[in-house]
């Protein structure tokens, strides 16, 4: 049956992180953001989060365009078509170049909607059967390697099944190799957010030494080409995150060897139903997946949940607990890593209720949108 999507309702929030996240473009030290909400003809309630950051230094995208997107283009395509179900609204979507990000604020609202009228939960509704996901840790860049191995010897004590570590030139091998000294039998990984290039081979291949389980997106964030040129003579497994945008792009990066992970984020490929076709086709060639993060709120966080709960997502992610990064969650209850395990919510949609009183304390403005 079509859903009758009623209403958009976009809240514009803002969130100071409980520590700066660094990574080798920029700082975080505040996470804002929207919330989408779309309402049914019957009253049904599904929500989404955007994830593009304020400043475009991670892929081009830009909380202001994720605005520009949905107010101008995204809504209006929405009010003059028909969803019959979520798949629908990327397609919907598709005369819109990229601006995935955009995308997947509103169609993450439009699945919970669906899965809630069908009384699954997300993760049902996407096809995932796991109850509890591993889940890893990402750390920023930090002062010294010091604070690091103290931030690492917390973490690892909190349970997380993984360690990932942002590096950039001068914070790279030399950090990595005394951490892998003190921690000779932790899976660690690696994440230049695309600080080097071809120039810096002899330089990428120390990793090597270092038993990393992948690189994370050594190269530029546009590219697929020369990764493979860098895989070729790394032993190293490279997986792509801020090249990845499509089903179409892992299809290419695989056909020409430029990585051997995937890293998926919901909104970087434009929702969740691309989401799945990548995921569907990864599971096809044996591609390991894991899911990234974007330093969300609960909201977006119980996305990455339900993502994570389809098969192919082999390896524990950076789904953190909502106490790694906030005071306070917009959700309730908080999202939970114990011992390095989500337990996921057997609750219809994405199994969270709306913290009402957290979110107006963070919420800057609201805008509603009839259809
Ligand atoms: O590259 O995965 C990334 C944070 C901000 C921007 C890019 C990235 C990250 C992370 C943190 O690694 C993931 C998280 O904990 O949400
Ligand atoms: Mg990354």
Not at 150 to 171: D, H, M, Q, V
Not at 200 to 222: G, S, T, V, W
Request: glycine share 6%.
């Amino acid at each position: 049956m079509a859903i009758r999507l009623k209403q958009f309702k976009i809240r514009k929030l803002k969130m100071r992180l409980k520590t700066p996240f660094m990574t080798s473009f920029g700082t975080f030290r505040d996470k804002e953001f929207l919330i989408t909400e779309a309402i049914d003809s019957e009253g049904n309630h599904g929500y989404g989060e955007s994830v593009a950051f304020t400043i475009p230094w991670y892929t081009e995208e830009s909380l202001h365009t994720t605005i520009h997107m949905i107010e101008d283009f995204l809504i209006p395509l929405l009010r003059e078509n028909t969803v019959e179900h979520p798949d629908d609204v990327l397609k919907i979507f598709q005369p819109i170049k990229r601006n995935n990000m955009a995308k997947a604020a509103l169609e993450g609202a439009v699945w919970d909607l669906y899965a809630k009228r069908e009384n699954l939960t997300l993760a049902e509704a996407l096809g995932g059967k796991k109850n509890q996901i591993d889940v890893g840790i990402s750390i920023g860049i930090q002062s010294s390697i010091d604070e690091l191995l103290e931030t690492i010897k917390n973490s690892l004590a909190s349970g997380y099944k993984r360690i990932k570590l942002k590096i950039k030139p001068g914070f790279d091998i030399d950090v990595l190799r005394e951490v892998r000294r003190r921690f000779p039998e932790t899976p660690i990984m690696a994440d230049a957010n695309s600080a080097y290039t071809l120039n810096n081979i002899k330089h990428l291949q120390h990793l090597d030494d270092l038993n990393l389980m992948m690189i994370e997106q050594p190269l530029a964030h546009d590219d697929i080409v020369d990764h493979a040129k860098l895989q070729a003579v790394m032993n190293t497994p490279i997986c792509l995150d801020e090249s990845i945008h499509s089903l179409d792009d892992v299809r290419k990066a695989h056909e020409l060897g430029s990585c051997k992970v995937i890293n998926v984020k919901i909104g970087r490929v434009g929702g969740l139903s691309e989401a799945k076709r990548i995921h569907d086709y990864c599971q096809e060639h044996g591609i390991p997946l894991w899911c990234g993060g974007m330093l969300e709120a609960g909201v977006g966080r119980a996305h990455n949940i339900a993502l994570t709960t389809l098969p192919q997502f082999t390896l524990p992610g950076d789904t953190s607990g909502s106490s790694r990064y906030w005071e306070k969650d917009i959700i309730k209850p908080e999202v939970i890593a114990a011992n390095g395990v989500i337990d996921v919510s057997e609750q219809p949609g994405i199994g969270y209720e709306l913290d009402e009183e957290a979110m107006d304390a963070f919420t800057e403005w609201i805008k509603v949108y009839s259809m």
